[in-house]
């Protein structure tokens, strides 16, 4: 990666991931692009541009004059949100996702999509979900993740388009709150612990998900894009997780350093019917073996890490 095209810089990755990137490859190396402006170091700290996905002529032209050799396709509408109006985030997810990967193309730049653990569905495997398995999803999101991770393994082979991407777990992180996704209550719970010392949980006690801290994601993110081609068997769709719990297990986590807080729940029938279509926990073998996959953090080190930094923003 040289020259790289972020897009839906503004989203839960984007933010962390667009200032990550001008870290590595330098500030001028790395334009951002969002629907709307997006204030503070998205837009402040190197190139940005605004950029509706769906619009293929702009997408081609802006990849054209930035001269663009990778593109991270980040835009797209979460999934409890996405069951609001699902042709909606069917024409984000998919139609700009196409859109995206058409101009990559077209330019021959390398494409990264983020693919989720939503890609599975309730007749999938729910413990050790292996890497290629039955994918049934039963929410637009996931559907939309499908039709993706196909599509980027079809532009692979038709035409030799280096494309990879990683099927994300629950991410969380203390820059930016997630909105409409159904892993959120992992993230919403360390802002109330710091805010109020208490958190409603809309996820039933029980229900297991696969999770990993943002700086895991975003360092396998690198990982995987400068990944020597010639080891990687699968290129899209890696299964990657860095642990699994439930509501009751981060919440022991969090009592370690806060022995006062406590959790109730008020379960959302929506998010809590998509979180148990999902997976239990994620088989990451592959994503191991073939390009070195090996996050850092573990529940008791996230849990110490958000509650310091969540403090400090206070
Ligand atoms: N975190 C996402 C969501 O909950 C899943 O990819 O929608």
């Known amino acids: 990666m040289k020259r790289i095209v972020v897009t839906g810089a503004g989203g839960q990755i984007g933010v962390e991931l667009t200032p990550f990137l001008r870290e590595i490859y330098g500030a001028e190396n790395v334009l951002g692009t969002a629907r709307r402006n997006i204030p503070g170091p998205v837009s402040e700290g190197g190139p940005f541009e605004l950029l509706d996905v769906r619009d293929g002529k702009a997408f081609s032209d802006l990849l054209r004059t930035f001269r663009a050799d990778t593109v991270i396709h980040l835009a797209g509408v979460l999934s409890a949100k996405g069951e609001g109006d699902p042709l909606s985030s069917w024409d984000i997810n998919v139609c700009g996702s196409c859109t995206a990967l058409e101009a990559a193309r077209e330019h021959g730049a390398a494409f990264f999509f983020p693919s989720s653990i ?70 919403h719970i360390y802002y109330d612990a710091v805010s109020k010392g208490s958190y409603t949980s809309f996820i039933a006690k029980g229900t297991y998900m696969d999770m990993m801290y943002m700086p895991d994601a975003l360092a396998a993110v690198v990982k995987l ?44 029938p929506l998010r809590q019917g998509i979180a148990e279509s999902w997976p239990d926990s994620l088989d990451c ?30």
């Open 285 to 314: 073998t592959a994503a191991r073996e073939e390009w070195g996959f090996a996050p850092e953090y573990d529940l008791d080190r996230m849990t110490e890490d958000m509650l310091s930094r969540l403090k400090e923003k206070k």
């Open 118 to 187: 939503a890609a599975f569905g309730p007749s999938t495997p729910a413990k050790n979900t292996p890497q290629d398995t039955l994918q049934r999803p039963t929410t637009i999101y996931g559907v939309a993740k499908v039709t993706m991770e196909l599509l980027c393994d079809y532009y692979h082979k038709k035409f030799g388009m280096d494309t990879r991407g990683l099927r994300f777990p629950g991410l969380i992180s203390y820059e930016a709150l997630p909105g409409g996704g159904t892993t959120d209550y992992a993230v």
């Open 225 to 268: 894009m400068e990944a020597d081609p010639s080891k990687l068997v699968h290129r899209n769709a890696f299964n990657i997780s860095a642990m699994s719990f439930e509501p009751e297990q981060i919440a022991a986590s969090i009592r370690k350093m806060m022995p006062g807080f406590t959790m109730d729940y008020d379960v959302d």
